[in-house]
């Protein structure tokens, strides 16, 4: 048995709890109900479009393996986001994930003084872990679904963010969230809390070098509601509160509306219609977007 089996049947059966999960011949696998991990959110994480659920990405079960690769792509009235990457869920308990953002400021880089086109990027390192109860199989209980999760965040923009009014380029986002499915109403509901300092979610850095605590993080709300209209369409709105660091432009809160279509368990579309709130003296900053995601 090689090592990196060996390490793989070690995992099966911590977070599965038994070791007849040992016998599982497939460790890759999709046995999950459609639809119920949600979506690759902005940031990397199991979720909706703004929001993380407490879900854990992927079809695999608690003796499987799921992964899914994404991209999003957000034209704006004066900017243009895009994000890219890859999610992992192990055996229903863990999820690893890393996304790519890049923040094209088109003609208002010009506006700004920073150039046309300028593009902010930052790198997104995700952990959740499921911490008890089950969003789908706790039907006859009230109980939802919490998790935790932590995201490390790095602009790589440091003196361009600084000289903003950013006190730094890099820090780590805290979440916890719980979210409840409904199976006989056909509606999902996710509320979470998160311990942030990020600026345009970390786009623009973090924290701001005029308040006298620095870096100090703010506890922020995010949540959604999602309603099935079938088995393959599901409809949702999303808020998610930011925080407001920066002396030179004030930050709003963002939201979203969506649809998605989940035509197989290795294929979602996901297509909406976002208000990501004022961004850098431009205005509110709106559009649609539209999110593929492939699952294996």
Known sequence: MSTVHKLFVLLTVLFSG??????????????????????????????????????????????????????TVVPLNDFTLNATGVTVGAFDR??????????????????????????????????????????????DRWLPQVSF????????????VRALGATGNSSVDLY?????????????????????????????????????TGSAKSLEFEGSVAY??????????????????LAFAEESDAFAAYLVWLPSKHYTITAGYTDLGKIALQGRQRGLYLSLQLGF
């Open 149 to 160: 999760g932590a995201q490390y965040k790095r602009s790589d923009k440091s003196e361009i």
């Open 94 to 139: 863990l999820e690893l994930s890393y996304t790519r953002q890049w923040f094209d400021s088109g003609a208002a880089g010009g506006r700004l003084g920073i150039g046309r086109n300028f593009t902010f990027g930052q790198d997104i390192v995700g952990a959740k872990l499921r911490i008890f109860g089950d969003a789908v199989y706790d039907q």
């Open 228 to 245: 099935l209209l079938s088995r393959k369409i599901v409809v949702g709105i999303d808020f998610r509160s930011k925080p407001n660091n």
């Open 176 to 212: 916890a969230v719980a979210t409840k499915i409904m199976l006989d109403q056909s509606i999902i509901l996710s509320a979470g809390a998160r311990l942030t300092s990020a600026n345009q979610f970390g786009l623009l850095g973090f924290g701001s070098n005029i308040d006298t």
């Open 18 to 71: 038994g070791f007849d999960a040992i016998a599982n011949e497939t460790l890759f696998g999709s046995g999950k109900l459609l639809g119920t991990p949600g979506v690759i959110q902005i940031e990397g994480s199991g979720g909706s479009g703004l929001s993380s659920w407490a879900m854990i990405s992927g079809y695999g079960t608690n003796r499987q393996i799921g992964a899914s690769v994404h991209h």
